[in-house]
Structure formats: C-alpha cells, structure tokens
C-alpha cells in the first residue's frame, strides 16, 4: 500500500538500544519508521539512510508539512514501512519517466513512419494512406492490437489472385501488413518452371504456412504441425520447414 502524508511533527525513539523515528500526519495518525525490517517476501529492508536524513528535519524543524510518500506492507495486525520517500523527488522521477517515454513513442512512430513510406514507394501502399498505415504499424507495435493466425491467413487468401496497391482499409482489417502477392505460393502450373519456383519460395517456417493456406482455409497452421508432428510451441527450422513441405505435398498428392 503506498500513502501520501504531510508530516506534523516527527520524534526520535530509543529503547533498549534501538531506535526508530515516529511521525505524525495531518489527520494526527502516527507512522512508525524502523531502521530495519523484513517485508513479506522475508528480506531485509535496509531504511537507516532514510531515518538519518529526517533526523536531520527534525533537528532543523524541516520536517514540519514534509510531504512524504510511504509504502507499507501488512504484517498480521500491523503495518510495516518498507519504502519511504520525499514526494518532490517522486515527481522528479515520474517526470523523467514521462520524458523518457515520449521520446520512445517518437522515436517509434518516426520508424514506423519510414515503414510505410518504404511501401509507398515500392507501389504497395497508396500515398493517402501512408499516415494512416504508420498509427497502424504503432499500434501494433506497442501491443493496442494484436492478431492471430486465422486473421493473417484469412487477408492472404483475400489477396489470392490480387495485383493492386494496398489499402489503410485492408490492413486495418487484417492487423497486419500483408505479405507479398499470396498467388505467387499457390502452386498453380504455368509454366516448366513453376515446380522449381514454388520449391524455392517455400524455404522457411512462414513461407510453409503461407503456402498450405493459400491450398484451402482448413490448411491452418495447427493442421500443418499436426501432419508433420511438430509440437505447438517447437520451432520450425528452415531445414524442418522444406521437409514439412515435400511430406505434405506427397501426402495431400499435390506433385
């Protein structure tokens, strides 16, 4: 529990050689401050820097409306203070923390930024939409939203057969920049030299999963470990992944 008082008055106590600082707050409740104790987790928490720096108010009559952040763990019937800080230095330290932050989002939106400029030159993103795209990209980013496989591979196959730019439209929907043209896996023969090609294509664990969605939507990713007898969380290798792809072309008969 944290709490925020504003000290009144503070004393110095001593008992059989220990001692330790008791304060009072503006509603007349007493805080007892030990130099030592052990919070829930059974640690030592060490305060005497913290005890010896109010002495010092107390001493000069500082300590009269301190403003002080204390953070207190529950012991049974008592309440034990296991942090104590000044509140001004808390909100130098909240204010750095902000600053830090803002200039991490700023940093990240001027990445995602350069993302989607880098689309809008290679054709794949209309002009208009390049600011639209970059909060997209942020928010993914920063985990505001977040997808699945079925919505990957549901976009990849809406994009099956499709040559045309990409809209914010089409990305909002499917949270996810797509991949390149999805029919370039299909398999579809046009020519000697598409078995070749579509081997070539098919070299890694994204690519497998790519490749056997644009087959049917029943071809998830569940059902390509399943085949191939890969655990949910075992990492596919690329060396794994052109396996997987030859086992289920044979046995699917997809030659």
Same mark, same amino acid.
């Given at each position: 529990?944290?709490? %925020?008082?504003?000290? %009144?008055?503070?004393?110095?106590?001593?008992?059989?050689?220990?001692? &330790?600082?008791?304060?009072?707050?503006?509603?007349?409740?007493?805080? #007892? %401050?030990?130099?030592?104790? #052990?919070?829930?987790?059974?640690? &030592?928490?060490?305060?005497?820097?913290?005890?010896?720096? *109010?002495?010092?108010?107390?001493?000069?009559?500082?300590?009269?409306?301190?403003?002080?952040?204390?953070?207190?763990?529950?012991?049974?019937?008592?309440?034990?203070?296991?942090?104590?800080?000044?509140?001004? !230095?808390?909100?130098?330290? $909240?204010?750095?923390?902000?600053?830090? =932050?803002? $200039?991490?989002?700023?940093?990240?939106?001027?990445?995602?930024?350069?993302?989607?400029? !880098?689309?809008?030159?290679?054709?794949?993103?209309? *002009?208009?939409?390049?600011?639209?795209?970059?909060?997209?990209?942020? #928010?993914?980013?920063?985990?505001?939203?977040?997808?699945? =496989?079925? $919505?990957?591979?549901?976009?990849?196959?809406? *994009?099956?057969?499709?040559?045309?730019? %990409?809209?914010?439209? !089409?990305?909002?929907?499917?949270?996810?920049?797509?991949?390149?043209?999805?029919?370039? *896996?299909?398999?579809?023969?046009?020519?000697? =030299? !598409?078995?070749? #090609?579509?081997?070539?294509?098919?070299?890694?664990? $994204? =690519?497998?999963?790519?490749?056997?969605?644009?087959?049917?939507?029943?071809?998830?990713?569940? &059902?390509?470990?399943?085949?191939?007898?890969?655990?949910?969380?075992?990492?596919?290798?690329?060396?794994?992944?052109?396996?997987?792809?030859?086992?289920?072309?044979?046995?699917?008969?997809?030659?």
């Amino acid at each position: 529990m944290e709490k %925020i008082i504003s000290v %009144i008055s503070g004393t110095v106590k001593i008992k059989d050689d220990n001692e &330790w600082l008791e304060l009072v707050d503006q509603d007349g409740k007493i805080h #007892r %401050i030990f130099p030592r104790v #052990r919070n829930n987790d059974g640690v &030592w928490v060490h305060l005497e820097k913290e005890i010896d720096i *109010l002495k010092g108010k107390i001493t000069d009559g500082s300590i009269n409306g301190l403003a002080l952040k204390l953070t207190k763990e529950q012991k049974g019937t008592f309440w034990n203070i296991i942090k104590v800080e000044e509140v001004k !230095d808390v909100f130098v330290k $909240q204010a750095q923390e902000k600053a830090e =932050d803002e $200039q991490t989002n700023i940093k990240n939106r001027t990445i995602c930024l350069a993302y989607s400029k !880098d689309l809008c030159v290679a054709g794949k993103l209309g *002009l208009s939409d390049a600011i639209h795209c970059a909060e997209i990209f942020y #928010r993914y980013t920063t985990g505001s939203i977040t997808i699945d =496989d079925e $919505q990957v591979l549901n976009f990849q196959r809406s *994009l099956r057969g499709k040559d045309e730019t %990409i809209t914010s439209k !089409d990305i909002l929907h499917s949270q996810e920049i797509p991949a390149p043209n999805a029919g370039q *896996l299909s398999g579809e023969a046009t020519g000697p =030299d !598409d078995a070749a #090609r579509e081997k070539a294509l098919v070299k890694n664990a $994204q =690519d497998l999963m790519k490749w056997a969605a644009i087959k049917g939507k029943e071809f998830t990713p569940s &059902w390509v470990r399943k085949q191939a007898n890969i655990p949910p969380n075992a990492v596919i290798t690329d060396k794994m992944a052109e396996k997987v792809y030859g086992e289920i072309k044979a046995l699917m008969g997809w030659e």
